[in-house]
């Protein structure tokens, strides 16, 4: 029997559906209702927005990568930085070239503003570390403003089931309480309880089995993020070491 069916007792006929049966329902069913498709609603803007964000880190870090390693001079690829607002390989780029600028000057080389050149030729840092250091600060950064508000979607989709199970435990005691006044132990007298009753839990799967989907999906992303920035920072580190130390 589908559990969204409505039974209508004392010869009445079949009337049946899911909005019928939610606008039937009783008053804590509604609310635990209401509460589900605030979370759903929730859930789906923070997905939609994160889909968004994420595709634009991907377009812009695949242009940034070629432009980092067809630039002949790390200043040029600093200036085309400002263009690259989304990708977070410009935000570590320009810790470890800001980083790199503060060693040179240090060192005692002159170094121009605000777009240096680095270095004059032969210049040498001090230290390679600091500037791993720089790079892994900033990568952590990003990571953590791109994680914003997934976590959300592993709450909403943990919590929901049971706020679900917690209407259908409520409608079924209600259904039971009802039965036992009447006396009336047919199907027919309690099948339309136990139907209210089990319309929150279907609510709770609604609205946690897509954030469940969307919380994995976001994190596989953020773990191809983080190996992505991970191997610009060694390519990064690579570059400085072979021309600076």
């Known amino acids: 029997m589908n559990i969204f069916a409505v039974a ?6 079949l009337t049946g559906g899911l909005f019928y049966l939610i606008k039937s329902s009783g008053l804590t069913a509604q609310s635990i209702l209401v509460i589900l498709l605030v979370a759903s609603i929730f859930s789906w803007a923070i997905m939609l927005k994160k889909l968004r964000v994420f595709g634009r880190v991907r377009k812009e870090s695949s242009d940034f990568i070629q432009i980092f390693r067809h630039s002949n001079k790390l ?6 930085c400002d263009d690259f607002n989304r990708t977070p390989l410009a935000s570590v780029f320009q810790a ?3 980083e790199l600028c503060e060693q040179i000057r240090a060192a005692g080389y002159a170094v121009g503003n605000p777009s240096p050149e680095v270095a004059p030729r032969g210049a040498k840092i001090k230290s390679l570390t600091g500037v791993e250091r720089s790079l892994q600060r900033a990568a952590a950064a990003e990571l953590t403003t791109l994680e914003h508000g997934i976590n959300w979607l592993a709450t909403i989709g943990s919590v929901t089931p049971f706020i679900g199970l917690f209407g259908t435990v409520l409608g079924i005691v209600n259904a039971f309480q009802s039965l036992g006044v009447g006396g009336t132990t047919t199907v027919q007298a309690v099948a339309p309880g136990i139907s209210e009753a089990l319309i929150t839990t ?12 969307g919380y994995n999906y976001f994190v596989h992303r ?8 991970d191997d610009f920072s060694l390519e990064f580190t690579n570059v400085i070491e072979r021309n600076f130390t």
């Open 8 to 13: 209508l007792v004392e010869g009445n006929e």
């Open 202 to 213: 279907a609510g709770g799967l609604f609205a946690a089995v897509p954030a469940v989907i």
């Open 222 to 229: 953020l773990r191809a993020i983080g190996a992505e920035l």
């Open 96 to 98: 470890g070239y800001t």
């Open 75 to 80: 200043s040029e690829i600093r200036e085309a």
